[in-house]
Nanobody, 115 residues
Framework: QVHLVESGGGLVQVGGSLRLSCVASGSTFSTMTIAWYRQPPGKQRQLVGVSSADGIDNVVSAVKGRFSIARDNGESTVWLQMNSLKSEDSGDYYC?????????WGQGTQVAVSS
């Protein structure tokens, strides 16, 4: 059973920074591709970025230059570094992976950016 746990969310002012963590267990972490999604209030869940098993980390163009992804296979952790936060970055942030064709999601961590 794969288990994902996000942490690091909170309340921050516009222009501030947060670093979210996603810790995975239950499978070989180095083989996992981990994606970050967010769900703004009242909107659909949207992709933020991906940390692939082959070591390539990318974020979507909407957050490029402000957000970055990093991973440490030894710590079974993927981080989402968020800088220059805007109010529209508010929402619930989730990490997800697929193992043996089964999707797994964490419980999410909430980010609130106040102006």
């Amino acid at each position: 059973q794969v288990h994902l746990v996000e942490s690091g969310g909170g309340l921050v002012q516009v222009g501030g920074s947060l670093r979210l963590s996603c810790v995975a267990s239950g499978s070989t972490f180095s083989t996992m591709t981990i994606a970050w999604y967010r769900q703004p209030p009242g909107k659909q869940r949207q992709l933020v970025g991906v940390s692939s098993a082959d070591g390539i980390d990318n974020v979507v163009s909407a957050v490029k230059g402000r957000f970055s992804i990093a991973r440490d296979n030894g710590e079974s952790t993927v981080w989402l570094q968020m800088n220059s936060l805007k109010s529209e970055d508010s929402g619930d942030y989730y990490c997800t992976t697929t193992v043996n064709s089964l999707p797994y999601w964490g419980q999410g961590t909430q980010v609130a950016v106040s102006s």
